[in-house]
């Protein structure tokens, strides 16, 4: 086993069949309100093929469906696959994939025109987010645009990083923006917030593929 998929393993162990997707739906509000920093930044998607990462039981995917020409879902885990493939069966313009923790295969080199992760890259490990970043390039159409929700905490977990706040991974704004750059993105716009009632927290970042 690699040592990002060994990432991947220390954090998804915590996810599978976790009362936390149960817990998450009250919590839904805080990304989809008018006004919310999310919301503001979602917007600016276009949402004719749209990927949704770590799409968890697919309480976000449920509500931007609607709007979408093409929906994928995408999660470590083939159970919360088959959850939102449920949850979103009415919908023609969905389809769903298991995928490895650290990249997007099988999805085809300049397919996607958004993707989006909230609520899940904050408890990634930095080498999974800097692989995530490589491949959002190669899947991105040019011009197209990629919203992540990360942590933005500094400090390197001393035992694991379920013991930070809020179960938060090693990373900020600044390395973000690093890895946005090295994979030949560009940040469009960030927005540092707090989470839990502990200040600056997290951070959302959108980022873009060069190009018409």
Same mark, same amino acid.
């Given at each position: 086993?690699?040592?990002?998929?060994?990432?991947?393993?220390?954090?998804?162990?915590?996810?599978?069949?976790?009362?936390?997707?149960d817990?998450?739906?009250?919590?839904?509000?805080?990304?989809?309100?008018?006004?919310?920093?999310?919301?503001?930044?979602?917007?600016?998607?276009?949402?004719?093929?749209?990927?949704e990462?770590a799409?968890?039981?697919?309480?976000?995917?449920?509500?931007?469906? %609607?709007?979408?020409? +093409?929906l994928? @879902?995408? $999660?470590?885990?083939?159970?919360?696959?088959?959850?939102? *493939?449920?949850?979103?069966?009415?919908?023609?313009?969905?389809?769903?994939?298991?995928?490895?923790?650290?990249?997007?295969?099988?999805?085809?080199?300049?397919?996607?025109?958004?993707?989006?992760?909230?609520?899940?890259?904050?408890?990634?490990a %930095?080498?999974?987010? +800097?692989?995530? @970043?490589? $491949?959002?390039?190669?899947?991105?159409?040019p011009?197209? *645009?990629a919203?992540?929700?990360?942590?933005?905490?500094?400090?390197?977990?001393?035992?694991?990083?379920?013991?930070?706040?809020?179960?938060?991974?090693?990373?900020?704004?600044?390395?973000?923006?690093?890895?946005?750059?090295?994979?030949?993105?560009?940040?469009?716009?960030?927005?540092?917030?707090?989470?839990?009632?502990?200040?600056?927290?997290?951070?959302?970042?959108?980022?873009?593929?060069?190009?018409?």
């Amino acid at each position: 086993m690699s040592d990002i998929e060994k990432s991947v393993e220390v954090v998804g162990a915590a996810w599978r069949q976790s009362p936390y997707y149960d817990d998450a739906e009250r919590w839904t509000i805080l990304f989809w309100n008018d006004g919310t920093p999310f919301r503001k930044f979602f917007d600016q998607l276009d949402l004719d093929t749209v990927l949704e990462l770590a799409c968890g039981h697919g309480r976000h995917s449920a509500k931007v469906a %609607p709007q979408c020409g +093409r929906l994928i @879902l995408m $999660d470590i885990f083939q159970e919360n696959i088959d959850f939102s *493939r449920h949850r979103l069966r009415f919908f023609n313009n969905v389809e769903s994939h298991v995928n490895n923790g650290y990249n997007f295969q099988p999805i085809a080199d300049r397919s996607l025109s958004s993707i989006f992760c909230y609520d899940a890259m904050v408890h990634f490990a %930095p080498e999974v987010v +800097r692989s995530y @970043l490589k $491949d959002t390039a190669r899947v991105l159409k040019p011009g197209g *645009r990629a919203l992540f929700h990360h942590s933005n905490y500094p400090m390197a977990p001393k035992e694991h990083y379920g013991q930070n706040p809020h179960s938060r991974n090693q990373m900020t704004e600044a390395t973000f923006r690093d890895y946005t750059r090295e994979a030949g993105l560009e940040t469009l716009g960030t927005q540092i917030i707090s989470w839990g009632q502990i200040p600056d927290l997290d951070c959302i970042s959108l980022v873009g593929k060069p190009g018409a």
